[in-house]
């Protein structure tokens, strides 16, 4: 088994005025490598990408270029074109493009860009691509979002992330054609192929429209960089810097097994397509596009087609983002952006207008429809430069030309409403508009600044010498020369100062909804760091959602070492809110055996294949859950075992077998005597709470001392024998699963009628009484038997939900060993790991959440493949959970646990251990009989300590097994 390079670079193209004014806004940001083409050339894409390679590598002296594209993993984010259909970023670069808090969407940072979500969105690809795939190329105006697993990789030189769409759609993109049949291998790429030709080849072909994401083994990135004109032995480029070359239009089009342009190099080179089936695809390069897709982003209820291309409708769509806006919109208002800027209520605003920079100010503007207004710094210059366009303007084309237009009218038709010539405004009437200097530099506290703005756009300004004199003698700037000279630090401190701002306004009622989706771990730091003010705390008295968000808000105060005193913090909060929902369904303990009767509960163990941590609340509680596990019996025996009866005298019994100990409890003060998870008989003592004999979780509510309430109930004591045969530390769920089988064992003793559902629930609160936070997974997964996916919907009372899974996969590789159960002999508690974990969940960490929310998705991936009796997909969907589980917490894989598996390597197809612990059992899985007997025979021939040994394993079809004598 060849690891999976965990560590992923991020490499981002941009702008030169923006790779000057960079300055990270989050953590993540702050490792990544910036950079711009070189000035004055044009590299294409190809080069373009061979260039930011090329300047990333110089980075790392003293190793080939070769071995550098060897080590991590690249991800690249294309971002440093001309932007001319958006001017208002295009200084900054597409990709640092600010986006609004999108709703029930948790971990958002408070000034979140378009890369943000990119990266995200690319890592979760990337991370589980083969080892193979050294480079991943994206484009940095374009998000695609999968709501579904990663499909499974092919293993090419090439690999394409495509989605299915329309022929119309399709005619403005680059398609992807696949012979029709089970594997997704290119036939040939076209570029922007007529509606036509897309219906007709689809007669014998599935096509996929390419979003831009490409995946390129080391093979495919020395082709491209000497296509580029790269001298791999000189390591250097033969001109300098990169020759001109297209990825998509040159290299694209010579891929496949038939490709429309061949190139003996690079069609020699396997390329395919991977499919998203639930892919989406965001455009935001266009002034209009921004919106629409934001808008569309933003209404992560609906499920729109697969290709998710057409734009959303233009009704109503207004974004205000980090701005103080002044005046009411109104239903004449649509299609508006407005960020980072200050819009009085002397404005007048109608539709299609992109706002952006506007400082305080008092003037009088009413600004016709389809302009928009964009104001920036200048390095070396005083005051701002004012941009103003059209909102669909592509700013292109000579001044001349009828054609070219600006604020969505021909130039030469402004020009002559002011009374301006070409040759008075010192205008060559050849040069493209992108290279004209239009655009004034004002002090934005001059008075008449606004009477300029209103001439630059007004409908009909008549001939207004004052004004016209003051443009023509103004310092004028062209789109070009902003992209080079623009103060993109300036506007970021800016930017900083209205986030602040909003921050410190958030109106109160809004403050729990912000609670639950900003990134509080990210808020935190900068309230530390700039002195950042926050809402006042709320209390928890309302229901549902609310619940939650004061649990976060408290979490958030506790970082902040803000906790009023006496009030509860995260942890106690989420534990009093989940048991009381046990309240409501309090026990009514009653004796229900005979006198010389004996209740004897047995359980299997659970193996994690996929999906643990989304069990675990505070994440349930909000997103749901979703896993994949199997019930499995030890040598032959279910390994948790319980046996009550009833004794004579009126008190607790608790013996357990595998501890060597035994208590007495006489008292109910000794019952609820604080004992946390792993003290001896914490959780025994939990059970017996819950099953009615703690006063509070009694449905009669009797505070009676124990004893009588023994001798009433029961008619005499109790008397707990335990037995976990599993080491602790083991990773196989046995606390839960011992929580699970006792409560069923005394429910049978005592006549509770519990069933499944109630143990789940019950054990569920048995663990946070315990403060051990846990989720429900190892319960279920212990309880239910055979092999099986568990999910549960989001809210505060968790119903798992079984569906069984085909078994016979696993029966058969455990037969033939290719499916191991090894326990290392090394143990780790995995308490303190989970304790870290929640307390990123609390915070809304960002980092935390996306790994989870790719554990969950794995855990489909998973039941898919055995659905489909897929042993190498059942593999990689392991190697992913490992992977993943690693990602979350880096102790998972400890030295000495490493070590095992570097010893077992060349025969070893996936391996993971059961639990969250850096020890225990730990699956190990091979991809013949073959290997599996090499795996066996090298640990048992080198064992690593002397408690580690293999272990028969067997499915338990039955799961939790309740009996009388």
Known sequence: MKPITEQIDCLLSLPAAGVEGFSPW????????????????????????????????????????????????????HGSGQSRRLPAYAAEGKPLLPLPLLPSTAGQLPDQRLVDLQRNAYQRILRHAPPSYRVMVTCGDVLITNDSFTPHFPEVDVLIVGIRSTPEEASNHGVMFC????????????????????????????????????????????????????????????????????????????????????????????????????????????????????????????????????????????????????????????????????????????????LSGIPDNEWSIDLPAGVCVDAIGVRGEAGLCLRVYGFDDPFRGALSHRATLWQGKPFSTWLAARGVTMQRAGFDPAVDIQDAPLFPLIDPGDPDAG???????????????????????????????????????????????????????????KWPACCTSLDLEALAQRVKKRGATLPPSFESAVAGGAELAAVHDAALRERLDTVTTGSPGAVERLRNSLVARLAVTSAAP???????????????????????????????????????????????????QAFARICREPHLVINSIDLGVSEVITTTEDLLATEKLGGGFGIARAALRLAGFDPAFNAAGRNLPLDRMLKETLGGGIELT???????????????????????????????????????????????????????????????????????????????????????????????????????????????????????????????????????????FTAEALQRHDWPCFVEAIQRSWLLNRQLDSGTNPAEVAAILERVSPWLGAAKLTGAGGGGYMVLLAATAENGVRIRHELEKNRPNSRARFVDVSISHTGLEITRS
Request: proline share 5%.
């Open 451 to 509: 009477r300029l703005l209103m001439w630059l756009i007004g409908k009909a300004p008549g001939v207004d010498h004052e004004m016209t004199s003051r443009w023509l003698g103004a310092v004028r700037l062209s789109a070009a020369e902003l992209l080079q000279r623009a103060d993109v630090a300036k506007r970021a401190a800016s930017r900083i100062a209205f986030i602040d701002n909003a921050l410190a306004t958030i109106p109160v009622e």
């Open 722 to 860: 335990l037995l976990a045969a599993i080491p602790k530390g083991s990773g196989l769920g046995t606390s839960s699963i011992l929580a699970a089988t006792l409560l069923g064992t005394l429910g049978n003793l005592a006549g509770l009628g519990w069933n499944e559902q109630d143990l789940f629930t019950r054990t569920l609160a048995l663990e946070q009484i315990l403060t051990s936070g846990g989720g429900w997974q190892d319960q279920v997964g212990g309880v239910v038997g055979g092999l099986k996916i568990v999910e549960s919907a989001p809210g505060l009372l968790q119903k798992p939900v079984v569906r069984w899974l085909p078994s016979q996969l696993i029966d058969n590789a455990i037969t033939d060993l290719r499916f191991q159960l090894y326990y290392t002999g090394i143990t780790r508690v995995a308490h303190n790991i989970l304790g870290e974990i929640v307390k990123g969940l609390f915070l809304n960490d960002a980092e935390r959440l996306h790994v989870i929310d790719e554990i969950a998705l794995n855990a489909d």
């Open 590 to 640: 009653r004796r229900a055996v005979g006198e010389d009767q004996i209740v004897w509960g047995r359980a299997p163990a659970r193996l994690d294949f996929a999906g643990g941590w989304s069990d675990t609340p505070p994440y349930c509680l909000e997103r749901g859950g979703r896993v994949v596990n199997l019930a499995v019996n030890l040598n032959g025996q279910p390994p948790i």
């Open 179 to 354: 012979q029709d049949g089970e594997t997704a291998d290119l036939d040939f790429f076209l570029q922007k192929p007529p509606e036509a030709k897309t219906l007709a080849m689809a007669e014998s072909h599935r096509f996929y429209l390419d979003t831009g994401v490409w995946l390129l083994s080391a093979r495919a990135v020395a082709l491209l960089l000497q296509k580029c004109g790269w001298d791999g032995a000189r390591q250097e480029y033969l001109n300098v810097i990169p020759d001109k070359y297209e990825l998509f239009d040159s290299f694209g089009l010579a891929l496949g097994n038939t490709p429309v342009a061949p190139d003996e190099a690079v069609s020699s080179l396997k390329a395919a397509v991977l499919p998203l089936p639930s892919g989406r695809f965001f455009h935001f390069g266009t002034s209009r596009s921004i919106i629409t897709s934001a808008v569309t982003l933003a209404q992560t209820t609906e499920r729109a087609c697969a290709a998710g291309i057409k734009p959303a409708s233009a009704h109503d769509h207004c974004l205000v983002i980090n701005s103080k806006l002044e005046l009411p919109l109104n239903s004449g208002n649509r299609l508006l952006w407005i960020e980072n800027s200050s819009i009085p209520s002397t404005w007048k605003l109608h539709d299609r207008h992109v």
């Open 26 to 77: 989050s953590p993540a940001s702050g490792s990544y490598f910036v950079t711009s083409d070189p000035p004055g050339s044009q590299l294409g894409s190809g080069g373009g990408t061979a260039h930011v390679l090329h300047q990333a590598w110089l980075q790392a002296p003293g190793v080939t270029f070769e071995a550098w594209v060897e080590g991590a993993r690249k991800l690249i984010v």
